[in-house]
């Protein structure tokens, strides 16, 4: 009896690093203008970035469809014990969860479907865990149960580093992107129940650095036995690096080396390059 573990490409995780960890994932597509690209296949990180810089209007980004999903299960549940978890971004953010759910239908219960709650390093926290579920033993009902349960002690923050494309996307006016410019302010946002809210501002780079390690420092605290990630967006991870820095006391004597991945498309087009993410699993009570 095999288990599949499949994702969508919102979890960030690249081709190598899919593999290597015995996950599927299924491509959203991204489109600039009339061209479409299958995200994190015919379209790299950094080729997204450098076309993202080169726009003046952003890019979008589809839905995976039904029958995209099917087709990856028919291959996948060739044995009539196979079975398999689908975990996708928000359902807030994207109709992909629901498209993983009409698929799962035709499946007789051998398909359980998680909406993440989450997106990018959010959602690939879980959907390493799932992994690392399987590869204990656990079933597919049994590892849907315990992420639908442990999602709710993931958090998700990330500081960015420009209102730009925030204001492209319509997510703020041109005037408080325009003042938020002149006063270098640094926003700070976190994905709560599926969607992404605003929950601090800071002047500079320094001050958000300080800013995002305090909120996570003031939280119920790091579980590392449990996977964690960081992320950054754009060409270069500059900024994440100093933030590592700034934010040592977080992970020493914890980790022998932080994992870190590179942001996508899914949230790339919204926050713009620049921008540094945390994601890990909060301590149980």
């Not at 190598?16 to 061209?35: I, N, Q, S």
């Not at 950094?46 to 839905?63: G, H, K, N, V």
């Not at 958090?155 to 938020?180: C, H, P, Q, W």
């Not at 700034?246 to 590179?262: I, K, R, T």
Request: net charge negative; aromatic share 6%.
């Amino acid at each position: 009896m095999a288990v599949t573990i499949l994702a969508d490409s919102a979890c960030d995780l690249q081709r190598e690093e899919a593999a290597a960890f015995g996950v599927t994932v299924l491509p959203l597509k991204v489109l600039f203008g009339t061209e479409e690209y299958r995200d994190g296949q015919t379209l790299t990180h950094r080729r997204f970035y450098e076309m993202l810089a080169e726009c003046d209007t952003l890019p979008t980004t589809c839905q995976i469809v039904p029958t995209e999903f099917q087709d990856t299960l028919t291959e996948a549940l060739k044995n009539e014990d196979d079975t398999a978890v689908v975990i996708t971004l928000s359902g807030k953010l994207s109709g992909t969860y629901q498209s993983a759910c009409m698929a799962a239908e035709e499946w007789d219960g051998r398909v359980h479907v998680l909406d993440s709650e989450n997106v990018a390093v959010g959602e690939r926290l879980l959907v390493l865990r799932a992994a690392a579920l399987r590869d204990a033993g656990c079933t597919a009902e049994e590892i849907a149960v315990c992420l639908d349960r442990e999602k709710k002690q993931v958090r998700l923050m990330a500081l960015l580093d420009t209102l730009e494309y925030l204001k492209k996307g319509g997510r703020i006016s041109s005037a408080v992107a325009f003042a938020g410019a002149l006063l270098s302010i640094k926003p700070v946002v976190a994905v709560k129940d599926g969607e992404v809210s605003l929950i601090g501002k800071a002047r500079g780079s320094k001050q958000g650095n300080n800013l995002l390690r305090e909120l996570v420092k003031n939280g119920r605290g790091i579980d590392f036995s449990r996977p964690l990630c960081l992320g950054y967006s754009g060409r270069s991870d500059e900024l994440l690096r100093l933030y590592v820095r700034d934010s040592a006391e977080l992970w020493e004597g914890y980790v022998e080396q932080l994992p870190v991945a590179s942001i996508g498309c899914a949230i790339g087009t919204h926050v713009g390059p620049g921008a540094v993410a945390v994601a890990y699993f909060e301590k149980e009570e």
